[in-house]
C-alpha cells in the first residue's frame, strides 16, 4: 500500500479545508508529486506486453519480436502525443502506423504469421479498463457518465480496428487477409 501517497492526500485535504491554500496551487502540488515509472522500463513493458501477447496467440519468436517492436513504437508515439491532440484520431493514426509495419513485416517475408503479429500489437491500445470502469458507472447508477465513457471506448475500439484494417484489407484484400493465428 502506498501509505505516503495517502498521507500526502490527507495533508492537501487539511490545507484544503482550513483555507490555509488556494485550489491552484494545490492541484500543481499533487502534479508535482506524481510518480511515473522510468521512460525505459515502461517502454520494455511495452515491449514485453506486445511479445507476449504474439507468443500466446500462436506466433514464433521472430513473430513476436516484431510484434514487440511495434508495440515499442506505439509507446513512444503515445507518449511524444501533443497534449490537445484527439485521443480517438491518435489511436487511429497508431493503429495505421502499426498494421502498416505489420504489414512491411510480412511483405519482406520477415513473419510468418501476420495475424499474431498484429494482435500482439493491438493489444497495447484496447481500451479495457475503460470499459470497465464505465459498466461500473453504468452499475452503479451514473448512467450518464458511464454511457459517455462506453461510448469513448467504442469509439477507441472502432478507431484501431480502421486503423489495423484499412491498410491489410486495402493491400492484401479480404480474400487473404491472414488473420488465422492458432
Known sequence: IATERYEFIEKINDKVIRRKEMPETISNKIIEN????????????????????AMFFGGTLLDAFISGF????????????PKRANQIVHTLICSLIGGMLAYLASICGIIDNLGCVMIGAIMLLIPGIMISTSIRDILIDDVLSGSIKLFQ??????AIAAGY????VQ???????????L
Open 70 to 81: 511495434i508495440g515499442l513504437l506505439t509507446y513512444v508515439m503515445n507518449y511524444y502525443k
Open 34 to 53: 506524481k510518480k511515473d515509472y522510468h521512460l525505459f522500463f515502461n517502454i520494455l513493458g511495452s515491449y514485453c506486453c506486445a511479445f507476449g501477447f
Open 153 to 158: 471506448a467504442i469509439a477507441t475500439s472502432l
Open 171 to 181: 493491400n492484401v484484400g479480404f480474400h487473404n487477409c491472414g488473420f488465422v493465428c
Open 165 to 168: 484494417s484499412i491498410w491489410t
